[in-house]
C-alpha cells in the first residue's frame, strides 16, 4: 500500500514560517520526481512547487518564489516545502503528490495531471 503522509502544518500569523514534511512509505520515493500543491477553499487545486528525483531541479510557482523552498531528504524517503514569509492568501490544503514512471532524473512536473499518487493534505492557515 501506497501512503503519503503530510504533516506540519497549522496556523500562523503573517510573517511566519512553517515547514511541510511529506513522507513516503509503501515505496521508496527517492526514484521519482514530487510536488506540492495546494487547494484554498472555493478554488481548483494549484501547483505550488516540483522537485526533479536528482534533487538537483526545482521550480515553484511565481507567487511563492523567493519564499518558499522544495527540497528532500533520500534516507527518509521525506519531501519538505520550508515556507517563509507566509501571507493570507497563501491559506490552503497542502498536498504532497508522486509522479510514477520512467524518466530523466532531471526532470521536475507542474501539471496536476502528471502525479499518481497524493497525501491527504495538510492545513495551513495564515492570520493578516
Known amino acids: 500500500q501506497v501512503q503519503l503522509v503530510e504533516s506540519g502544518g497549522g496556523l500562523v500569523q503573517a510573517g511566519a514560517s512553517l515547514r511541510l514534511s511529506c513522507a513516503a512509505s509503501?515505496?521508496?520515493?527517492?526514484?521519482?520526481?514530487m510536488g506540492w500543491f495546494r487547494q484554498a477553499p472555493g478554488k481548483e487545486r494549484e501547483f505550488v512547487a516540483a522537485?526533479?528525483?536528482?534533487?538537483?531541479?526545482?521550480y515553484y510557482t511565481d507567487s511563492v518564489k523567493g519564499r518558499f523552498t522544495i527540497s528532500r531528504e533520500y534516507a527518509k524517503n521525506t519531501v519538505y516545502l520550508q515556507m517563509n514569509s507566509l501571507k493570507a492568501e497563501d491559506t490552503a490544503v497542502y498536498y504532497c503528490?508522486?509522479?510514477?514512471?520512467?524518466?530523466?532524473?532531471?526532470?521536475?512536473?507542474?501539471?496536476?495531471?502528471?502525479?499518481?499518487?497524493w497525501g491527504q493534505g495538510s492545513q495551513v492557515t495564515v492570520s493578516s
Open positions: 503528490a508522486v509522479r510514477d514512471g520512467y524518466y530523466s532524473s532531471a526532470y521536475y512536473f507542474t501539471d496536476f495531471a502528471d502525479y499518481n499518487y
Open positions: 509503501g515505496r521508496t520515493f527517492n526514484y521519482y520526481a
Open positions: 522537485i526533479s528525483r536528482s534533487g538537483d531541479n526545482t
